[in-house]
């Protein structure tokens, strides 16, 4: 099954933008929360043996991660942070 991130990745993206900083007050963007369950409801939904369920806020984090390593945000003096180059508008990818 292929995910397509690039939906939760704006809505990450344009709530940093807004003001949701870190990672607390990102996981009270509903925008960005649904988006982040339904992704973990539908990985739920295949049972892998020796693996805890996931939760929302573990697809949060991941996306974060990615967004970081893919140079869209930075994490400097405890803050998130878009980058200039390369932007958030781009910004999507998918899972194996």
């Known amino acids: ?3 397509n ?16 900083d870190n990672f607390t007050r990102l ?3 509903r925008s960005v929360m649904d988006l982040a369950d339904s992704i973990a409801g539908q990985e ?3 049972p892998r ?9 573990r697809i949060l984090d991941r996306r974060l991660q990615a967004l970081r390593k893919a140079g869209r945000i930075i994490y400097k003096g405890g803050r998130w942070q878009i980058t200039t180059t ?3 508008d781009d910004v999507g990818g998918e899972k194996p």
Request: glycine letters at 8%; aromatic letters at 14%.
């Open 49 to 57: 043996k020796g693996y805890a369920p996931v939760f929302g806020w």
């Open 1 to 3: 099954m292929k995910t």
């Open 5 to 20: 991130y690039s939906t939760i990745d704006h809505a990450i993206c344009a709530a940093i933008y807004s003001g949701a």
């Open 86 to 88: 390369p932007s958030c």
């Open 44 to 46: 739920n939904t295949q």
């Open 27 to 29: 996981t009270t963007q």
